[in-house]
């Protein structure tokens, strides 16, 4: 004969996938705000080396010039 065995608190058989589920929309939201920081983090990077591009063409576009200069008056 098998017995089965009935929970004392059926509640709490409930109760668990619930709490997983908050458990995980809580892992999410973390996780979100992470990727949110990371994002952030990228587009300064972004702003940084764009920055640091324009400021590499200025000075080849001045060094250009002085070349060029320089050919001419030789």
Request: net charge positive.
């Amino acid at each position: 004969m098998i017995r089965f065995s009935t929970p004392k608190h059926p509640e709490s058989t409930i109760e668990q996938p619930k709490r997983k589920r908050t458990d995980n929309e809580e892992e999410l939201r973390k996780q979100l705000e992470q990727r949110r920081i990371d994002l952030s983090k990228s587009k300064g990077q972004q702003q940084l080396l764009e920055k640091q591009l324009e400021e590499e063409n200025t000075m080849r576009n001045y060094l250009n010039q002085q070349l060029e200069k320089k050919r001419i008056s030789n």
